[in-house]
């Protein structure tokens, strides 16, 4: 084994550095053989070490490689209008999207350089439902023409709010309150809505209230003593001050007892509702028998009609106790059913001034029904 005496001082000297280096050098030489047939030496050292590892190769490239295909199509709508600036998109069999683009002024649009492949498009417009072709197949150098692509107008979508009932009858019944015929009286208890929301036994109570405590009812009451005191009506109550203050009292709390039982109590029990549901249309004849039936029947608070028992029990036992505060002369079962009968005559005929008369007089009557 020859070792050159350079090469031997050069790995004595720098053995603490690089001992392994020196050691692989040192053997290669007592290696001729295989040194001649490898060509070792210092310089091909960095020869015989193993290459670094190749990055890994990114083949996507490959498949955006253009093609020669086109697929070109017009944007139609169902009159056969152009509808351009729709948004036209070419997807893969894979569901991945090759390319996008809005179509033209004419409805046109056209991909180019379109590998071979399987494809399918869709087509986005405003104020149109999507729309998507079945899956097509392109060849090299094809000019593959899209069948007619024509959209529909999207459905207009409405959303109903579909809000409570008592809410809804609370918002009638602020109407109804501000009708006053003449500006002056009121003239709650008719409804102008043919289909008015039923009542809960809580706005009866409110409505009936607000009714029969109106300021106005004490005028009225003022008035009608003032008659009975004039004509001698309940002569049991005398005359001068102390009769008119009966019969004023006796007047109030008729008008107050009526109300409330036939509006709230009675109404509420038998699920009646107490309004006039004004007519408005039809002949004379069949809005006259309406008118006068208010007498007889009413409406239930399912929309049924049904007998006025409301206001028939209301007048009976409004009359039954009034027995406790008029004159001995003016009680009994007699006076009772008189009483109640006139109740009933009345509503019939307020009924007529209702459908007639009252709407043609009354401020703020709600519900669009013409008279």
């Known amino acids: 084994m020859i070792i050159p005496g350079n090469l031997l001082q050069i790995c004595n000297r720098a053995r603490v550095r690089v001992p392994l280096l020196c050691l ?52 139609l ?8 600036g729709a948004l036209v998109r070419l997807f893969l069999s894979d569901g991945r999207q090759l390319e996008a683009l809005k179509s033209g002024v004419n409805g046109e649009f056209t991909f180019t350089q379109v590998p071979t492949g399987s494809y ?29 692509i024509s959209l ?25 309150e501000k009708q006053r015929a003449l500006g002056v009286f009121p003239n709650f208890y008719v409804s ?8 809960t036994s809580k706005q009866k109570l409110s409505m009936a209230v ?9 005028i009225g009451v003022s008035i009608g003593a003032g008659i009975q005191q004039a004509n001698n009506s309940f002569s049991g109550y005398g005359q001068g001050a102390e009769g008119y203050g009966k019969r004023w009292g006796a007047l109030y709390a008729d008008g107050r007892t009526s109300d409330l039982l036939s509006h709230y109590v009675f109404a509420s029990l038998l699920h009646q509702d107490p309004r006039y549901f004004y007519q408005g249309t039809g ?11 208010n007498g007889f029947v009413a409406r239930s608070d399912s929309g049924k009609t049904m007998p006025n028992y409301a206001y028939l029990f ?19 079962a007699g006076h009772v059913f008189t009483n109640a009968g006139l109740g009933i005559a009345g509503r019939a005929a307020l009924g007529v001034v209702q459908e007639f008369i009252a709407k043609w007089l009354t401020t703020h009557s709600s519900g669009s029904t013409a008279p």
């Open 24 to 75: 692989f050098v040192l053997l290669s030489h007592s290696l001729p053989g295989r040194a001649q047939q490898s060509g070792f030496g210092v310089a091909s050292v960095a020869e015989a070490l193993p290459d670094a590892p190749l990055p890994a190769q990114d083949n996507s490239a490959k498949d955006q490689t253009a093609g020669t295909a086109t697929i070109a199509g017009v944007v």
């Open 192 to 199: 102008y809505i043919p289909d008015a929301a039923p009542l």
């Open 77 to 84: 709508d169902s009159d056969g209008a152009a509808v351009s």
């Open 120 to 148: 399918s498009v869709t087509v986005d417009a405003a104020r149109f439902t999507s729309f998507k072709t079945e899956r097509f197949t392109v060849a090299a150098g094809q000019a593959y023409s899209v069948p007619q």
């Open 283 to 293: 002949t004379k004849k069949s809005r006259l028998f309406h008118a006068l039936s």
């Open 152 to 176: 529909a107008i999207a459905g207009v979508n409405t959303s109903v709010v579909v809000r409570p009932t008592e809410e809804v009858a609370a918002e009638q019944i602020k109407a109804e």
């Open 314 to 332: 209301g007048d009976l036992s409004s009359a039954a106790i009034s027995n406790a505060y008029y004159p001995k002369s003016d009680r009994g």
């Open 210 to 218: 607000h009714d029969t405590f109106d300021w106005t009812s004490l």
